[in-house]
């Protein structure tokens, strides 16, 4: 197929434009012959890098003016097509597209900075500069604009991260008695201390064991997950986690020096309820994992092996016991991870991808949280399907060494191939309850449901 040239693709650009423009609501640009800083660019900046790229946030460099972000043009131009940057892996061609967290570029923002950069990446007129953003700070919770302060904070105890050296893990436990009674979670935010913290912490889980319970991996109830890219959840309204009042922390954290001693690092999580009395209509069991070694039905992790300079794909089923929902979905593979897919194949034989992630990078991990009008609801017997694609050639440019064979393994340059999975497990009524409202609520709808 033929690239369109440039002039072509600005006129598919104004065309598009023209038909958006009825809709816009906030800051899309009038795009004349050639974009500005000022005018085009600084407002897709504010909205879709400087939460990251600001003095004190985990991009490498802050892109907060034109002084800062001109140097950085073409590899901005690079990364932004690429759709490497900002960071989220999801095919935007395949699947489900419409989610709560979604931190992608539109196609035409990717070719407004294309345009720009292609012109010189001129600074325009700074009368059109928009009114600076305010940046939430790294020692804030990210949910208290949106649900003001946690209603519980629970600490993880002090542990010194050495300057250099391999990745730590620490496993305190925590008593958890924070509560007079048994409560309904809406939201969970994990938060690493500030801006330490935030550099040494690669991944935790917060798991609270309940009072006279086995420890079991059934019986515990992870409140929070962590990883680079993923800090909070927030469960679709009217769904809660039932927390009981007491019992033990159990953290599981995983460091990684970065050069600098980080002295008694505590890591934070805050818990949102719902009001005391209020019982949501349906309960969910958070993010479940589905694992390698067969739990849920992905591959086994004994089955990972990765020739040098080749490929490998593995494929796992798990098939629904009663009908779910699922809320969000967390790919977790490594360095020569490059895809994974979610596939739903209904009671009826008809296949449908879910979702697809076809840039996995092992630097983030992301959790794709699904809107609520598009969220797949399923019925009971529904096969979930997962295929993971590794990548083990020097063309995948995470590889540290494709001359290695590659087996399961803890550590980044090891594999693993499992995904974390907000499930809400539903029974009939609920099911065919939440379809008529998903009918209600559009007739045309991305997600055909089971008649
Ligand atoms: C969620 C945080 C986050 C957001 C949002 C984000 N970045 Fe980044 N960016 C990073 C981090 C961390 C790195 C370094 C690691 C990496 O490349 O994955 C990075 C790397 C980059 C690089 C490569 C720098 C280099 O010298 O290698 C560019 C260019 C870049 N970002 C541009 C952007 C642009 C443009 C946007 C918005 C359209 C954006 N980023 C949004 C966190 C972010």
């Not at 500005?36 to 802050?62: E, F, V």
């Not at 009368?127 to 519980?152: H, M, N, R, Y």
């Not at 690493?192 to 420890?215: I, T």
Request: proline letters at 8%; glycine letters at 8%; one cysteine or more.
């Amino acid at each position: 197929m033929n690239k369109p040239d440039n002039l072509q693709r600005r006129k598919l650009y104004l065309t598009s434009f023209c038909l958006l423009a009825t809709f816009a609501t906030t800051s899309v640009s009038v795009h004349a012959a050639e974009p500005t800083y000022s005018r085009d660019i600084a407002p897709i900046l504010q909205q879709k890098c400087q939460s990251c790229h600001n003095p004190d946030g985990i991009g490498p460099m802050p892109l907060m003016n034109f002084q800062q972000v001109k140097p950085f043009a073409s590899i901005i131009k690079e990364r932004t097509t690429a759709r490497m940057m900002p960071p989220w892996h999801n095919d935007p061609t395949t699947g489900i597209q419409k989610f709560k967290n979604d931190a992608s570029l539109s196609q035409m923002q990717i070719d407004s900075i294309a345009d720009w950069v292609d012109a010189g990446a001129p600074e325009g007129n700074p009368a059109d500069l928009p009114e600076p953003i305010e940046i939430t700070s790294g020692a804030e919770w990210k949910l208290k604009a949106q649900l003001g302060p946690p209603d519980v904070i629970i600490k993880s105890s002090p542990y010194d991260v050495l300057a250099n050296g391999q990745d730590q893990w620490w496993g305190p436990d925590v008593k958890f008695d924070g509560m007079p009674k048994d409560r309904w979670l809406r939201a969970a935010e994990f938060k690493p201390s500030f801006p330490l913290g935030k550099k040494v912490v690669h991944h935790g889980h917060a798991v609270l064991v309940p009072e006279g319970s086995d420890g079991s991996f059934g019986s515990s109830i992870g409140l929070a997950r962590y990883g680079v890219g993923k800090s909070w959840e927030m469960y679709p309204e009217g769904t809660g986690m039932l927390v009981p009042a007491n019992g033990h922390i159990a953290w599981n954290l995983h460091y990684f020096p970065v050069g600098t001693e980080v002295k008694d690092d505590v890591v934070e999580v805050g818990l949102w309820f719902y009001p005391e009395g209020e019982k949501p209509a349906l309960e969910t069991r958070g993010e479940q994992l589905f694992r390698v070694d067969g739990l849920n039905g992905m591959a086994r992790g004994q089955d990972i092996l990765i020739p040098p300079h080749g490929y490998q794909v593995l494929t796992g089923t798990h098939v629904l016991q009663s009908p779910a929902i699922i809320h969000s979905y967390r790919p977790h593979l490594h360095m020569r991870g490059k895809t994974m897919s979610m596939e739903a194949i209904y009671p009826d034989g008809r296949k449908e991808v879910l979702s697809q992630v076809n840039k996995y990078n092992h630097n983030w991990q992301i959790s794709y949280m699904y809107a609520d009008d598009v969220k797949p609801i399923l019925p009971k017997g529904t096969v979930l399907q997962f295929t993971s694609v590794f990548d083990n050639t020097a063309n995948n440019p995470l590889n540290p060494d494709p001359n290695q064979w590659v087996v399961f393994g803890r550590r980044g340059v090891d594999e693993m191939s499992h995904a974390w999975m907000g499930m809400t497990y539903i029974n009939e009524g609920q099911y065919e309850q939440a379809i008529a409202e998903r009918r209600a609520a559009t007739e045309t709808l991305s997600l055909k449901p089971q008649e």
